[in-house]
């Protein structure tokens, strides 16, 4: 994005207090921070008769000389502070050591070739490959690190057709959720005349035949692409080798701007079935269209939006489904299309004691993962729902993969934990083994150190699950510095997984603890429901419990206790830290949602509703207004050293709840406590984000805590980042 360096007169007053505040700088903690002014205004918006000030609504455009100047400014007083911490440099360099290693994705295997992707180590992006045969001499697919110099490029969606001759990747640029559409010819890699524009939070799915695709778009928006809400999806048919412009519309629903829909060939190719989502609403509607019948319309199988239903595949017109109808945990049904009626459905898996997360049929086999206590739990049934048997797991992990097709023998699947980086197996359905395809090598020992999940009572009694990691040999004496990290949303569930950041703070003496809080999906839909709309303060009490839990136990103490979460995570920080101030060390909230007032008047913002509500409704304002971070910053408070961190085009959660956020922060804060920002440029909400950039960030969000919480580096770490 180009800098625009057009002063007015506020921005110029602006600067000068920048520079005033570099001649001041002292590199000790007591003298307070000069921040840069921001562009503001009088807005005043009235919410159902309570009057509400916007000071800083400047700041939503972020194009604007004023704005662009701002973060320039907030950019120099943060790196200038990140600069001082000498162990910045040690950090980044055992960051970088330990994510030199290889890293594979779970195989897919189309007509008898296997499509993976690889990442030597430090690439930027990962690259594909395939192979003919198991053990085959890997072939280059596409290498996204070529498409820009700087890793900016990523391929945030890809499929492969049936004869495994084509494939489909989606480009996103500088981390946007804007995607273009290629197709290349796998045995020469070459690329087709072939382009599709404007998509977003769309699948792709070749025909049968490979001649044709399904994909999502939505109309080319006349201004504001990265800020702009977006409504009206349509689903469109894509001949291969024509124009975009002859692309063939699906299916549309004009009478409702909010549904999208994303497509998906049936292995047996008669079908292609439609997933119909409403924002992040659990429930969906599911549509389908009989491929077989020339101009067939489509069926509107599923239309009540009464519950969750996922496409599991299907045996000619019975179609299986994972859902929650009537099971809050999940199971598994069968409806015959040509009777659909619900007097003739059939429950295949019924529901069990912990949450179906997924379903995959496989050698004519359900294979399905629950979640037990948030680790991952396998088991295998015959398809009339027989148990098979239990899949045996290395130990508290995450599963993900088992892809496949009924008549495959094999599947592939990831199982990582805290301190298991991400191995790939090969499961044999007939022998019933599994097997290490691809396990990766770092330069350090799993076990040094330790996982323990624990567990404790939140605000109103209900029962919560934390996992803990760090070097064995932990002392319980309450100065352990400690990284609380928590999300509680969505029904997205937060399970063991392996990360160099988090290795790298274990090495130094640091806690890093993984909480599961409700409004997540670890215990399925009431979980979940528990977190929704006005009761979403019970999310952030279970945060609060998980902090005080730590620090009764010794673990740690509150001026040792930092924590983070990005997203709706970022939200969380937010309304924790202004909650209660006093109890943590350190706040790090990353591209967070904190204008819960007016989040959903950005581009895909008005999703949330069905997990936070809406500021419309006058009830739910109420309960939003309490907890919004923005709205609920005191002034003359003094808040603890907050890191936060946002990217120029995130047009996911809009960069300005952010920059509102840290302006009201640092405006209100008593003392010397630093309050930073971070922007990074040419980078979005996450996905895609280059190797680089990610280390950079990480080791930036260590070095803040170092300086913090007064910490060294451990003698392995130190000694191996001087290699």
Known sequence: MTR?????????????????????????????????SPPTSDTIDDYHGTKVADP????????????????????????????????????????????????????????????????????????????DALNGEPRMLLDPNKLSSDGTVAVTESTISDDGKLFAYALSTSGSDWMEWHFRDVDSGNDLPDIIKWSKFSAGAFTKDGKGFFYSRYDEP??????????????????????????????????????????????????????????????????????????????????????????????????????????????VIAIDTNKPARANWKTIVPEQKEALESVNVVHDTFIASYLKDAHSHVRLYKLDGTHVRDLDLPGLGTTTGFTGRRSDTETFYSYQSF???????????????????????????????????????????????????????LKLDGNNPTYLYGYGGFNVSET???????????????????????????????????????????????????????????????????IGGGSNGGLLVGAVMTQRPELFGATLPAVGVMDMLRFHKFTIGWGWVSDYGSSDNPEEFKAIYKYSPLHNIKPGTSYPPTFITTADHDDRVV?????????????????????????????????????????????????????????????ESTKSASK
């Open 56 to 131: 800083y609504r400047p700041l939503e455009n972020p194009d604007s000389p004023e704005t662009r100047a701002w973060i320039d400014a907030e950019n120099k007083i943060t790196f200038s502070y990140l600069e001082q911490i000498s162990e910045r440099k040690q950090l980044r360099e055992r960051l970088t050591q330990l994510w030199n290693f290889e890293r594979y994705s779970v195989p897919i295997k189309e007509n008898g070739r296997y499509f993976y992707t690889k990442n030597d180590g430090l690439q930027n992006q990962s690259v594909f490959y395939f192979v």
């Open 496 to 562: 063991p997984a392996f990360k160099v950041s988090n290795l790298v703070w274990m090495e130094m003496g640091g806690v890093f603890a993984s909480a599961n809080l409700r409004g997540g999906g670890e215990y399925g839909k009431a979980w979940h429901e528990a977190g929704m709309r006005t009761k979403r303060q019970n999310v952030f009490d279970d945060f609060i419990a998980a902090a005080e839990y730590l620090i009764a136990n010794r673990y740690t103490s509150s001026p040792k206790l930092a």
């Open 655 to 715: 960069p300005a709840h952010s920059f509102k956020f840290a302006a009201a922060m640092q405006k209100a804060q008593a003392g010397p406590n630093p309050i930073l920002i971070r922007i990074e440029t040419k980078a979005g909400h996450g996905a895609g984000k280059p190797v680089s950039k990610v280390i950079e960030e990480a080791a930036d969000r260590w070095a803040f805590l170092v300086k913090t919480f007064n910490m060294k580096m451990s003698p």
């Open 419 to 473: 301190t298991t980086p991400a191995t790939i197996y090969r499961l044999d359905l007939v022998a019933g083994k599994s097997s290490v395809y691809r396990q990766p090598r770092l330069a350090f020992n799993p076990s040094d150190f330790e996982t323990r999940q624990v567990f404790f009572t939140s605000k109103d009694g209900t029962r919560v699950p934390m996992f803990l990691s760090f070097k064995k040999g």
């Open 4 to 36: 625009l360096h057009l002063f007015s007169a506020g921005v110029l007053a602006m600067i000068l207090s920048v520079n005033g505040f570099a001649n001041d700088m002292s590199t000790t903690s007591k003298v307070p921070f000069v921040y840069p």
């Open 222 to 331: 006349k201004s504001g692409a990265l800020v702009n809400a977006n409504y009206f999806q349509k689903l469109y048919f894509h001949r291969i080798g024509s124009p975009q412009s002859d692309d063939v519309l699906i299916y549309e629903r004009p009478d409702n701007k909010e549904l999208g829909f994303i497509g998906q060939v049936t292995e047996d190719g008669r079908y292609v079935v439609i997933w119909v989502w409403q924002g992040s609403e659990r429930n969906n509607r599911f549509y389908y269209k009989d491929l077989s019948q020339k101009d067939s319309q489509v069926v509107r199988l599923l239309d009540d939006f009464d519950a969750e239903y996922a496409f599991v595949g299907n045996d000619g017109p019975v179609f299986w489904f994972r859902t929650d109808l009537n099971a809050p945990l999940g199971r």
